[in-house]
């Protein structure tokens, strides 16, 4: 049997109102508004997410081509990202637009404009948290990049997702380095190798890193760096 449509139900409590109360048909017809209220800002909702991920394609489209070199198509690239941010400023969208703009900027060699735009969607209220620990994490290298190495590791230590350790561990080392903080970078990248081993993930560039700072690690399914150095042969 079909559901009837809101104007037969209404049509029904019309002609069923000598057997109930002012009261209950009161109640029901509010149950009906608030359930036309609902499916109406589902389909809203709905059409809205639509258009943002609409505009987030065409801005990607955009930025796929673009010359980052190019002032007027920088700026009307960030124009629009900043409108998706200012008009749906916890989405996903928004996020994927400032992650873009950050990329387009370490290009421009310009890591201030990085970390300010994803400065701008850090704390998104977002259901995906693995995205904000991604805006986190490069966060964290845009503020290397300018030697901010104190607000660096701050930012990853916001980083508390297990599935994001050994990547926030890697890039703590690397902000040890950069501090010529030698034996912190040689734990921080041992715990990040430690991870990563467990989970039988990609670390050659890993074992680089920790050979550059005096740490030989074994691994058998990946032969030695070739950073290793050799002893001259005999003459």
């Known amino acids: 049997m079909s559901a009837l ?20 048909i009161s109640g029901v017809l509010i149950a009906l508004i608030a359930y036309s209220g609902w499916t109406y800002w589902q389909n809203k909702q709905q059409g809205e997410a639509q258009l943002q991920t609409a505009k987030v394609q065409q801005l990607m489209d955009q930025a796929a081509t673009v010359d980052v070199k190019d002032d007027n198509a920088w700026n009307s690239l960030t124009k629009t990202a900043d409108e998706i941010v200012k008009n749906y400023p916890d989405s996903v969208q928004a996020i994927q637009t400032q992650l873009m703009l950050a990329k387009l900027a370490f290009e421009r060699n310009d890591y201030a404009t990085a970390e300010k735009a994803l400065m ?29 190495f104190d607000t ?7 980083v508390t997702d297990p599935a994001f350790k050994a990547t926030a561990d890697e890039a703590r080392g690397d902000v040890y380095v950069a501090k010529n903080d030698i034996e912190n970078a040689k734990k921080a990248y041992m715990s990040a190798w430690d991870g990563l ?14 050979e550059s700072v005096g740490v030989l690690v074994d691994d058998p399914e990946i032969e030695r760096p070739v950073l290793e150095m050799k002893m001259d042969e005999p003459q």
């Open 5 to 24: 449509s809101d104007e037969e139900q209404l049509n029904s409590l019309k002609n069923n109102t000598k057997k109930y109360s002012s009261t209950v």
């Open 120 to 148: 701008k969607v850090e704390n998104a209220k977002v259901d995906d948290q693995g995205l904000i620990h991604v805006v986190k994490l490069r966060l964290a290298y845009s503020q290397l990049a300018q030697d901010k």
């Open 152 to 158: 660096a590791l701050k930012s990853l230590s916001a």
């Open 197 to 210: 081993l467990e989970r039988q993930q990609e670390r050659q560039i890993l074992q680089i890193k920790l």
